[in-house]
């Protein structure tokens, strides 16, 4: 079954680290881009961050930059997401999901196609 | 980035009732648009990628169209299990943006 499990989540001051994992399985993890998306209470989705299958390329939403960074393993099958200097406004469930594409025409078209069931961070004194 | 805006941001529909989301780009974004289904306190679900192409195992019932900057997702006759919440998102760009979603409620 293919399959991604966060963890890592929980209550941190302002200012403070967290270390979220994801751990995929069933499918071939080094193969894909993965992406972290949250969602902030009674709110709505954001993109976070993507990472390219080798590592090598990296994208992230402007709000994050310079505080957020998005790694993986791929002998271990993990995507983490490394997060500092965190404030009231990054409390949300954060979720990882697998990039996939399609081609269709000599064009590629990217979706999520597969997701986790998320891991809750609170930044709260 | 690139804004994405749907409407409307709710909608109340019976069973059985034909359902249009529309979801509109800030610039084109040729057919690289997606649609997901949230339900509470879980996480989204594929629906359709590339504006139009339906995801292994969903229904028939949900159809994607438009390119350019104008989207439309539509359920041709609306189930209990379809009262959720829907999002759009582009990936034309390396910056992913969602819309605000449609949460379609019971009436």
């Known amino acids: 079954e293919v399959q991604l499990v966060e963890s890592g989540g929980g209550l941190v001051q302002p200012g403070g680290s967290l270390r979220l994992s994801c751990a995929a399985s069933?499918?071939?993890?080094?193969?894909?881009?993965m992406s972290w998306v949250r969602q902030a209470p009674g709110k709505g989705l954001e993109w976070v961050a993507n990472?390219?299958?080798?590592?090598?390329?990296?994208y992230y939403v402007d709000s994050v930059k310079g505080r957020f960074t998005i790694s993986r393993d791929n002998a271990k099958n993990s995507l983490y997401l490394q997060m500092n200097s965190l404030r009231a406004e990054d409390t949300a469930v954060y979720y990882c999901?697998?990039?996939?594409?399609?081609?269709?025409?000599?064009?590629?078209?990217?979706?999520?196609?597969?997701w986790g069931k998320g891991t809750t961070v609170t930044v709260s004194s | 980035d690139i804004q994405m805006t749907q409407s409307p941001s709710s909608l109340s529909a019976s069973v059985g009732d034909r359902v249009t989301v529309t979801c509109r780009a800030s610039?084109?974004?040729?057919?690289?648009l997606n649609w997901y289904q949230q339900k509470p306190g879980k996480a989204p679900k594929l629906l359709i990628y590339?504006?139009?192409s339906l995801q292994s195992g969903v229904p028939a019932r949900f159809s994607g169209s438009g390119s350019g900057t104008d989207f439309t997702l539509t359920i041709s006759s609306l189930q209990p299990e379809d009262f959720a919440t829907y999002y759009c998102?582009?990936?034309?760009?390396?910056?992913?943006?969602f819309g605000q979603g449609t949460k379609v409620e019971i009436k």
């Open positions: 999901a697998r990039r996939a594409s399609m081609t269709t025409w000599g064009y590629y078209y990217y979706y999520m196609d597969v």
């Open positions: 069933g499918f071939t993890f080094s193969r894909y881009w």
């Open positions: 990472i390219k299958q080798d590592g090598s390329e990296k």
């Open positions: 610039q084109s974004i040729s057919s690289y």
């Open positions: 590339g504006a139009s």
């Open positions: 998102q582009q990936s034309y760009s390396t910056s992913v943006t």
